[in-house]
């Protein structure tokens, strides 16, 4: 991987596939870069997977391919997990902001990063090159060198209209907390009660005077279960990151236990445990994450999604065969969202004027190869090829030097790492107790260059 030594950059007609924060970082960075750019986002305003909507879908658990699908998973209570300090993008502070309903809080809720998303639009202009109520129906490589984008827009009699253009590459940023994943339960078939998705879950009221099984471990999990506590008959949380002999009672609170995760599950309503207990239990509520799903990629079986691996991908953002023409933004996680999408934007932008060069296919596809290996040999699973845990401040300082941009900040990455560290010791006081203010007072002032 080096710099090119091209004199003038190259514009390139660009379509990025989706109006949520990883959209719309990757729409300013291209046309920073002065390429022309096309954002289809089916929705009719920006944000992703962070516009609110109480409407759940049809099959609570999300398996039917023929459901209305809905687009966000935010339940009504959620606040970020993750400080505003560390959330935003590096040139634009995600600080508090004058104005009516604004939320001050350094771990605001949901409604508080869609205005910061949209002021973020507003400021960089990005709006004017958004086509809203406009779904990719299918991408497809055309001549190996450019790619037709399919799309449909809904007209005021209902009809579609249907569009077909050829663009010089795709950005894809649909996101991925769309498509749920299910945890597999022996006898779950002959189970007599009602399983949902968290993808489903707004408001706790559902829950009320109900015995819950919730299976998951993760931010929105915890989160979840205590909102359900306080007005559930039980909880039972069952982890697969707990020994199998665990069974205990959630501290500070008189009606959740923590299990190992679920043996089987039976047709007289009994769920048991690994633990070795069983409970009578009437609702599971699958807190156990999503697929990665581009319904609209047409590749001929060449970029899949394989146990939510999708790949070939080299370094989660460009495959081999089709590079640079098609690229990923947001693919890994457990590390900070917004700043990662800006630099491998700022990637794919430098890419696509011939500012930096990619490797040979031959040299990407062995280094795929080489991740997969390692990956293996450690015993990772194959669904956590994009996570990044301890990987995700090398990977970034790597591609921002290729991209001769800053990469993130020392205290940003201190402060999500302390973030992590607490949550899990401390989720009932994590947003509003904190002990972190040296690394407050380096955050604000780097950020007085950009206020």
């Given at each position: 991987?080096?710099?090119?030594?091209?004199?003038?950059?190259?514009?390139?007609?660009?379509?990025?596939?989706?109006?949520?924060?990883?959209?719309?970082?990757?729409?300013?960075?291209?046309?920073?870069?002065?390429?022309?750019?096309?954002?289809?986002?089916?929705?009719?305003?920006?944000?992703?997977?962070?516009?609110?909507?109480?409407?759940?879908?049809?099959?609570?658990?999300?398996?039917?391919?023929?459901?209305?699908?809905?687009?966000?998973?935010?339940?009504?209570?959620?606040?970020?997990?993750?400080?505003?300090?560390?959330?935003?993008?590096?040139?634009?502070?995600?600080?508090?902001?004058?104005?009516?309903?604004?939320?001050p809080r350094r771990f605001p809720g949901h409604a508080e990063v869609l205005k910061y998303l949209q002021d973020f639009a507003r400021e960089f202009g990005i709006g004017e090159m958004v086509r809203f109520e406009c779904e990719v129906v299918s991408v497809e490589m055309v001549d190996n060198k450019k790619l037709k984008v399919k799309s449909k827009r809904r007209r005021l009699d209902g009809d579609d209209d249907l569009l077909d253009?050829?663009?010089?590459?795709?950005?894809?940023c649909n996101g991925h907390f769309t498509q749920p994943r299910i945890a597999e339960i022996p006898g779950i078939n002959l189970w007599p009660g009602k399983q949902t998705h968290s993808h489903n879950y707004r408001t706790p009221e559902p829950f009320r005077d109900k015995v819950v099984i919730l299976i998951?471990?993760?931010?929105?999990?915890?989160?979840?279960?205590?909102?359900?506590?306080?007005?559930?008959?039980?909880?039972?949380?069952?982890?697969?990151?707990?020994?199998d002999d665990t069974c205990e009672k959630q501290a500070g609170c008189d009606n959740i236990w923590l299990h190992s995760m679920i043996e089987s599950a039976h047709k007289d309503g009994s769920v048991a445990f690994r633990d070795g207990n069983s409970?009578?239990?009437?609702?599971?509520?699958?807190?156990t994450g999503y697929k990665y799903c581009f319904p609209f990629l047409k590749t001929n079986g060449i970029v899949t999604v394989d146990d939510n691996r999708v790949g070939p991908l080299y370094k989660h953002v460009f495959p081999p065969i089709f590079a640079p023409q098609l690229s990923f933004v947001g693919l890994p996680y457990r590390n900070i969202p917004f700043p990662s999408f800006e630099i491998q934007s700022k990637w794919i932008a430098g890419v696509l004027s011939d500012r930096i060069v990619l490797p040979s296919q031959e040299d990407m596809?062995?280094?795929?190869?080489?991740?997969?290996?390692?990956?293996?040999?450690?015993g990772v699973p194959k669904h956590h090829t994009h996570n990044m845990g301890d990987t995700m401040s090398d990977y970034s300082v790597w591609v921002a030097s290729l991209c001769q941009c800053p990469c993130f900040e020392e205290w940003r990455i201190q402060m999500f790492y302390e973030t992590v560290k607490r949550l899990h010791a401390n989720p009932k006081t994590l947003r509003d107790e904190w002990e972190d203010d040296n690394l407050l007072l380096q955050a604000r002032e780097d950020f007085s260059k950009y206020i």
């Amino acid at each position: 991987m080096q710099t090119s030594n091209a004199t003038s950059l190259t514009s390139r007609h660009v379509a990025v596939i989706g109006a949520g924060a990883s959209g719309l970082v990757a729409a300013r960075e291209l046309r920073r870069e002065g390429h022309q750019v096309v954002v289809f986002e089916k929705d009719s305003q920006i944000g992703g997977t962070w516009v609110y909507t109480p409407q759940v879908e049809t099959d609570p658990l999300g398996l039917d391919p023929t459901r209305q699908i809905v687009h966000s998973s935010l339940y009504k209570s959620l606040r970020t997990n993750l400080p505003r300090e560390s959330m935003g993008f590096m040139d634009y502070p995600f600080v508090p902001r004058a104005g009516e309903g604004s939320d001050p809080r350094r771990f605001p809720g949901h409604a508080e990063v869609l205005k910061y998303l949209q002021d973020f639009a507003r400021e960089f202009g990005i709006g004017e090159m958004v086509r809203f109520e406009c779904e990719v129906v299918s991408v497809e490589m055309v001549d190996n060198k450019k790619l037709k984008v399919k799309s449909k827009r809904r007209r005021l009699d209902g009809d579609d209209d249907l569009l077909d253009e050829v663009f010089d590459a795709v950005v894809v940023c649909n996101g991925h907390f769309t498509q749920p994943r299910i945890a597999e339960i022996p006898g779950i078939n002959l189970w007599p009660g009602k399983q949902t998705h968290s993808h489903n879950y707004r408001t706790p009221e559902p829950f009320r005077d109900k015995v819950v099984i919730l299976i998951g471990s993760s931010a929105s999990a915890m989160d979840i279960s205590l909102e359900i506590g306080g007005i559930a008959k039980e909880v039972h949380i069952a982890s697969r990151s707990v020994a199998d002999d665990t069974c205990e009672k959630q501290a500070g609170c008189d009606n959740i236990w923590l299990h190992s995760m679920i043996e089987s599950a039976h047709k007289d309503g009994s769920v048991a445990f690994r633990d070795g207990n069983s409970i009578i239990a009437d609702i599971i509520l699958h807190c156990t994450g999503y697929k990665y799903c581009f319904p609209f990629l047409k590749t001929n079986g060449i970029v899949t999604v394989d146990d939510n691996r999708v790949g070939p991908l080299y370094k989660h953002v460009f495959p081999p065969i089709f590079a640079p023409q098609l690229s990923f933004v947001g693919l890994p996680y457990r590390n900070i969202p917004f700043p990662s999408f800006e630099i491998q934007s700022k990637w794919i932008a430098g890419v696509l004027s011939d500012r930096i060069v990619l490797p040979s296919q031959e040299d990407m596809m062995e280094d795929v190869n080489t991740l997969y290996s390692t990956l293996e040999d450690s015993g990772v699973p194959k669904h956590h090829t994009h996570n990044m845990g301890d990987t995700m401040s090398d990977y970034s300082v790597w591609v921002a030097s290729l991209c001769q941009c800053p990469c993130f900040e020392e205290w940003r990455i201190q402060m999500f790492y302390e973030t992590v560290k607490r949550l899990h010791a401390n989720p009932k006081t994590l947003r509003d107790e904190w002990e972190d203010d040296n690394l407050l007072l380096q955050a604000r002032e780097d950020f007085s260059k950009y206020i």
